[in-house]
């Protein structure tokens, strides 16, 4: 076959299920390594997901394809609850995943885009960029500044992508910091793409989207989702907010170049899905109570980690926190940590820890690490 394999240097799972096998065969292990909302999705939303699902099964309630970018509805409701109103319904597009959002933004942008990001990172940041054939800069933050970002260290880039609060660290970004990316894409006349996955989490007064200004609406774009706050990881449901000042060196329009790479490559997201997301924002108290009863649990793992004499970074914003520690948790405690090398091989000797447990094996959790030091 004449075709060439570009993908050889990827592993055939990711390293959120390669450190799931390390745990195989083995009894009564509690997971804080995967960053999986445990759920469950409250009645109400199912409630319009059963209702939804039996109008399919009737002449008059079945439905074909859905609209490519999203029900207006669900526009209009993330635009309310995330933006107070600033976007038009053209500007958000309804999808299936930020992986799968940035993989489309990658193969928009193409193999010739320098693009950078703060590691430890999201894989997908780099791993997309070297399916297509992309150059990364990775942007490394330093344990002895306590994980923070340091704008100041950020060269020029053609799109950069920032995640605040950042997976895995669980630290977000203060105005000041996103203000000076802002500024950092308008002198290297580069695009900011924000991973929003976490931002809902955000505890202080710390921003939860990056369009603090009209400056910002001229290099950045932001991506979102239903699945950690909401506990729609098995439901798939994203969005993203292109704005229409965004363009690229010949002055061309972002909105318009990816409106049509989405019409061309997709053809929506599920009606269900896309109905439980109206129906969740209707009721923003049911995913706000799951964020304050996640981030008390995130804090409760905090204070037992730290009593028992470790390090510990982040946490205060998102739901993960950084220990450092050269403790082999899965063997002595049967607790399956994430290790820090699984996201850059730099950082040995820290783990990632994560919030999202059940009460049931927060009490595991607890017993284990009491009793053994």
Known sequence: MALLNRVKGLKKINIFQEILLKASGMKEVVSLA??????????????????????FGTIEGH??????????????????????G?????EIFISDGIKTDLFRLQTLFGPSAVSSYFAPGYPTYKEGCE??????VPIYLDPEKGFVPEVDRVVPFDVFYLCSPNNPTGIAMDKDQIEAMIDKARTYEGLIVHDACYSPYIQTNKPKTIFLNDEALKFAVELGSFSKWAAFSGIRLSWAVIPKEVKFRDGSSLLKAYTGFLN?????????????????????????????????????????FQLKGFEVYGGVDGPYFLVKTRVDFLQKFKILTLPLTSFETDYEGFIRVSGFISEKNWQIVTSRLQNSF
Do not use: H
Not at 64 to 77: N, S
Not at 131 to 136: C, L, S
Not at 273 to 293: R, V
Not at 295 to 300: L, S
């Open 86 to 90: 600033r976007f038009s319904p053209e």
């Open 34 to 55: 995967v960053g999986d909302n445990p759920g469950p999705i409250p009645k109400l939303v199912i409630e319009e997901l059963i209702e939804e699902a039996k109008s």
């Open 264 to 304: 061309a490559t997709y053809n929506g997201v599920s009606w269900l899905s896309q109905k439980m997301g109206c129906t969740l924002l209707k009721n923003t108290n049911l995913f706000f109570n799951q964020i304050d009863s996640t981030m008390q649990r995130v804090q409760q793992m905090k204070e037992l």
């Open 63 to 84: 439905k074909g394809y859905p609209p490519e970018e999203g029900l207006v509805a669900l526009k209009g409701l993330i635009n309310e609850v995330f933006y107070s």
């Open 131 to 136: 399916i297509i054939g992309a150059k990364t």
